[in-house]
């Protein structure tokens, strides 16, 4: 597991295998592909460059994919956690809240949990980031994809 000191600065998960290794050469091979699709388009090299294109595709899909599915379970956890530490005058506000502020929202500790949400449905805190930076005590999330 990560260090527990997590912050906003610090918090976005990158995995170097694939963001500085695997991405990157997918995406120059497209451009290699491309290249030499250019130059002689002959089916052999258009078919070389499908190949390019659908691998950069698939396999930045498959990243995309779990990230999706995580966010679902994030909001699922989310909309239980305001259940339970919101008062009753906001409960019935849950639904207002968007997916990417319910996922901002998890980074609070649950007695600034209250505050931020009515912050955010009164229009004060617009964006995912307004949410994160208004955070004080950030609460790590160390199971992300």
Known sequence: MADSTQTLAS??????????????VLLINVLVAGYYFVRDPRLINGWGLLVA??????????????????????RLEERTRLERLLPSDLRGRIGELSERQLIAIR????????????????????SPGDIKRAIHNWRADHFRV
Request: charged share 25%.
């Open 107 to 126: 980074f609070a500790p649950d007695d600034e949990v209250p505050d931020l949400t009515r912050r955010t449905l009164n229009g004060e805190l617009k």
């Open 53 to 74: 294109i659908a691998l950069a595709v698939g396999i930045s899909w498959s990243r995309f994919m779990p990230l999706r599915a995580q966010d679902r379970i994030i």
């Open 11 to 24: 918090h976005r998960r990158f995995i170097p295998v694939f963001h500085f290794f695997a991405l990157p």
